[in-house]
């Protein structure tokens, strides 16, 4: 059996609270989260804070300026993904902000982070293991406040219900707001699902070769698509080719 407790607090002071249990008939647990998932929604208005541009010319311009701030975005598909939240981070040290990447997968070299450009001096890195204690740990760096970016880098985790921690969710998306932060989920497929404010997906679209000495073609780098597979900042538009490091 499980019990999960969520509560949202609305512009107006109104406090939304719900237990969703096993124990509930499915329809009544469904119309619970919805009423969670529409709370959240609404309490995530617009930021009139300018976004956070990604260094990304592709992925700027689907999501209208580059990463909002106060809001979560996802990055999702099989390819692509490390590749962006190195630039994201990258794009954020240059520019003198403190960035933090919460990696579940392990996934960060620091030797390779600093030669693609990301100051270490201005990354707060954090290993985790399990998806919760990731969503929690992102929940706490965004509490203390003064983080301008944080990516949350989800890929290959192994928890199924992940998707389903609504409390966690909405406690996240509230922090995010309130910290006036952009934060980057980088996953497999959609996680936060509705509490994002957009998802991307990042598709593989094959490689690019250019001429050797010998004739011989050399791999100058992997392309990929980024597609907006839904988005409340706009209209999504066509799916448009990118470039990764090779």
């Avoid at 001096?121 to 740990?137: E, H, I, S, Y």
Wanted: glycine share 8%.
């Amino acid at each position: 059996m499980f019990s999960q407790l969520a509560r949202v607090k609305q512009p107006d002071q109104t406090l939304i609270e719900a237990v969703v249990s096993d124990e509930d008939p499915l329809a009544q647990r469904q119309a619970a989260l919805a009423q969670l998932r529409r709370a959240c929604r609404s309490d995530l208005g617009r930021s009139t804070e300018p976004p956070f541009p990604t260094g990304c010319e592709v992925i700027d311009a689907a999501l209208h300026g580059g990463l909002p701030r106060g809001h979560m975005v996802e990055a999702v598909g099989k390819v692509g993904r490390l590749s962006l939240a190195l630039n994201v981070l990258a794009q954020a040290t240059q520019r003198r902000e403190l960035a933090v990447m919460i990696d579940g997968a392990d996934a960060l070299d620091p030797r390779s982070a600093e030669e693609l450009g990301i100051d270490l001096r201005r990354l707060l890195w954090v290993r985790v293991k399990k998806g919760n204690d990731a969503l929690r740990a992102a929940d706490m760096v965004l509490s203390a406040g003064g983080v301008s970016l944080l990516v949350l880098y989800l890929v290959e985790q192994s928890d199924p219900q992940l998707a389903m921690r609504t409390a966690l969710w909405t406690r996240l998306g509230q922090r995010t707001q309130r910290a006036k932060a952009s934060v980057l989920i980088c996953a497999d497929k959609p996680l936060a699902q509705s509490f994002a404010v957009a998802t991307l997906g990042v598709h593989n679209d094959g490689v690019r070769w250019q001429d050797a000495p010998g004739g011989r073609g050399q791999l100058a780098a992997r392309q990929a698509r980024i597609e907006v597979l839904r988005s409340r900042l706009g209209a999504p538009g066509d799916s448009q080719p990118w470039c990764l490091r090779k």
